[in-house]
């Protein structure tokens, strides 16, 4: 969501992207990074996905994922949110961590090639 900025006369100035949290301050994150480093299968992996989250929870991640590879291989957003399916304003988000974000996108998507 983006926030504007109003001068002193209440009248609006620029729109600035709201920042993601660090995903280090999300209060769990590395306690939930080491549960999932434990898991030793797909099997395993699937399995405490499944318990983890919700059914539409799952298939926003999943959906996301498939955003990243699609992203990833140059095909275009309106065709991605036909493809998927999701929104545009999703894809573009999606795109913009494939791109500029800690690199956790990138990461797997070169070993999902290799």
């Not at 926030?3 to 620029?14: D, F, N, W």
């Not at 729109?15 to 769990?28: K, N, S, V």
């Not at 399995?47 to 999943?62: G, I, N, P, S, V």
């Amino acid at each position: 969501m983006a926030r504007v900025r109003t001068s002193a006369g209440g009248l609006p100035q620029a729109t600035l992207p709201e920042r993601e949290p660090d995903p280090e301050a999300i209060e769990g994150i590395e306690d939930l990074a080491a549960a999932i480093r434990t898991l030793r299968s797909d099997d395993e992996v699937t399995r405490f996905l499944r318990d983890l989250c919700t059914r539409a929870e799952l298939e926003a991640l999943a959906h996301r994922w498939k955003t990243a590879q699609l992203v990833d291989e140059g095909v275009p957003y309106l065709e991605i949110a036909e493809r998927v399916p999701t929104s545009t304003a999703t894809v573009t988000r999606v795109a913009q961590w494939v791109r500029h974000g800690t690199g956790g996108y990138r990461i797997a998507l070169e070993r999902r090639r290799r």
